[in-house]
């Protein structure tokens, strides 16, 4: 069975402070792909990156990072300075066939 | 253009009412979906087309309809609804069906059904 485990519900951190999401993923599949989207209150979900199972390098764009760890199942994401702006639904989903989502973590940028 | 728009961005409508939602995407896109999501769950995918083809039905009940009348367009038909059919719905976007693909997705319509 495929399974996305984001067990931080919410989270609330004051601007300029660093955050960590993290994302725990199953599959009994050898390729497939990683992805993050972001929701802001507005509703659409914002593709952020996509990863596939064969590449583990750790990404960073900007004040977002990603690290990538199969050896842990994990897909960890980190805001560097966060900022109101970065308040939104963040979920993190898994494609092997078909598109499974976690269940979202909910973070809030306080001024 | 890397929009997806649909329309009406609300829509409240009772049980016995038939409606429809549209998405409208420029970007050569050849894959549109419908997904489903209730307040603080994640999306859930309701209907797959490629190519203008039905591809994937996750068993969603009759009294939603999807159609694709061309490849940039997308419709869901809806008629004698649920209240736990109230949700926001989203249409998403890929260049293709394939499992690597990244989605576009729009801003949903938030649906009530009185």
């Known amino acids: 069975a495929q399974k996305v485990t984001q067990a931080q519900t919410e989270i609330s951190v004051v601007e300029k402070e660093d955050v960590t999401l993290d994302c725990v993923y199953e599959?009994?599949?050898?390729?497939?792909?990683l992805f993050w989207y972001k929701q802001p209150p507005s509703g659409e979900l914002v593709f952020l990156i996509r990863?596939?199972?064969?590449?583990?390098q750790n990404e960073i764009s900007g004040r977002y990072s990603w690290n990538f760890q199969k050896s842990t199942s994990s897909f960890n994401f980190t805001i560097t300075a966060s900022q109101v702006v970065d308040s939104a639904v963040y979920f993190c989903a898994l494609q092997g066939g078909k598109l499974i989502f976690g269940q979202g973590t909910e973070l809030s940028v306080k001024p | 253009d890397t929009e997806v728009t649909q329309t009406p961005k609300h829509l409240v409508m009772g049980m016995t009412n038939k409606k429809s939602l549209k998405c409208e995407q420029h970007m050569g896109h050849r894959a549109m979906y419908w997904y489903k999501q209730k307040a603080k769950k994640p999306p859930e995918l309701m209907f797959v087309y490629s190519y203008e083809k039905l591809s994937i039905n996750e068993s969603v009940p009759s009294r939603f309809s999807p159609e694709c009348p061309n490849s940039s367009l997308l419709n869901l038909h809806l008629h004698a609804l649920q209240p736990e059919d109230s949700a926001l719905y989203l249409c998403a976007s890929s260049q293709d069906q394939g499992f690597n693909e990244k989605l576009f997705f729009g801003s949903g319509t938030q649906l009530s059904v009185l």
């Open positions: 599959t009994r599949d050898t390729t497939y792909y």
């Open positions: 990863r596939n199972s064969f590449d583990e």
